[in-house]
Each structure stands twice: as C-alpha cells, then as structure tokens.
C-alpha cells in the first residue's frame, strides 16, 4: 500500500543526544514536511522540502536537521541543541504541481521523550 | 503564506450540522484553504479543499466567502466519532504549509 512510514514510533533519548527520525514514503510526492506537535497545541512546522537536496527552514528550525538525498526519504536529527526536544513529530508529503488535490498525506507519528 | 484563525473549541448535538469557522483575511490569490482534522495522537487527515467556490464531498462541505476572506466548514449531520481537531490552512500546492491551532470540536449525545 502507498502511504508514510515514520519510525520509530517511540523513542526515548538522555539529555546531550543527537537523534534521528526516519520519514520513507513511496506515493512518489515531490515535497515533504516535518512538523511538531506538544500537548494541546497545534503543529508547527520544522523544515519542508519541495525537491531532492533542497530544503527550507520553517517556523522553528533552531536545534533540527534534516536531508533530502533522495525522493522518497526525508530524516529529521533532533540535535542536543534543541532545548525541549519531547514531543510528537510528524511528516508529510505532498505532490508538487498541477494535481487534483494536493493534499498533505501524515505518517502516524514519532513521539520523542528526553529523560 | 497566509495565517489562519479559529476558535478554540466547540460543541455540537450529534445528528446536527457542526459548522467549523476560519478567518483567512490576508489569502492571496493562488492559496487554496485546505481543512484537516486531527484524531488524538494520529496524523491529520485531509477533509476538503478550495480556491473560490464552494465544494462538497462525502465527508463534508465547504463555503467560502466572496472576497475570500474566510471560510466555514459543515459536517451535516455530526457524529461522535467527528470529535476531533480541525484545522483550517491556506497554502500554494506543495508550497509552506503552515497549521493554526485549530478548534476542537466535541460532538455531544
């Protein structure tokens, strides 16, 4: 079946470590996204790419890192830079250009916990 | 891209139209409003879109405005398993794609 994997879907970290997410998609979309989400907030968004190796940064960056090599992955590193690392982080993709929808697809989630 | 505003919270009896409200006012012409309702601790689904006419599908219906300058969302005849968040954003195809914080919706017996 077409859909986004993320993984894993519980991660626990100690304070001081990097850690990365994985996002595979195979719907062969162009652009995808990574958002976080706290208790009772909505999502804000990360970064988001629209095209192999390229990427932008989006409202809260600061502490993240992504990549783009190819067209179905976009991992994101939670670096020891990010100061409250734990929540729920999602990705997204979606198909660049004329198409009928253009909606966003959402993996099912990553929830981060620092201890 | 432009911002969004919703309110918080509301409530509907089940079996009536739940109408969903977003204030959109600095869209440009080429933003399409995209509504997504979000399940706890799932990812957001895609419910609806549109750029200036009013659109319907099996899930709900959407009314935009003239000027474009808000929107509003009905489900027609809601249910308890339409508890959810709902998010109401206005974005460029595969541009940024930026979410509010949504209204939580709580459909009632």
């Known amino acids: 079946d077409g859909g986004i994997t993320q993984s894993p879907k519980y991660l626990f970290r100690k304070e001081g470590q990097n850690v990365t997410l994985s996002c595979e998609q195979n719907l062969n979309h162009d652009a995808m996204y990574w958002y976080r989400q706290d208790p009772g907030q909505g999502l804000r968004l990360i970064y988001y790419s629209q095209i192999v190796n390229d990427f932008q940064k989006g409202d809260i960056a600061e502490g993240y890192s992504v990549s783009r090599e190819k067209k179905e992955s976009f991992p994101l590193t939670v670096t020891s830079a990010q100061k409250n690392p734990t929540a729920f982080y999602l990705c997204?993709?979606?198909?660049?250009?004329?198409?009928?929808?253009?909606?966003?697809?959402f993996g099912e989630g990553s929830r981060l916990t620092v201890l | 891209d432009a911002k969004t505003t919703q309110p918080p919270s509301m409530d509907c009896a089940e079996g009536r139209a739940a109408n969903l409200p977003c204030n959109h006012s600095t869209i440009s012409g080429n933003e399409y409003v995209y509504w997504y309702r979000q399940i706890h601790s799932q990812g957001p689904q895609y419910i609806i879109h549109?750029?200036?006419n009013n659109e319907t599908n099996e899930m709900a219906s959407l009314i935009i405005t003239e000027d474009r300058k808000s929107s509003t969302l009905i489900l027609p005849h809601a249910t308890l398993r339409d508890t959810a968040v709902y998010y109401c954003i206005v974005r460029v195809n595969a541009g940024k794609s930026t979410f509010g914080d949504g209204t939580t919706l709580t459909v009632k017996p």
């Open positions: 549109g750029l200036k």
């Open positions: 997204a993709s979606t198909q660049e250009g004329r198409v009928i929808k253009g909606e966003l697809f």
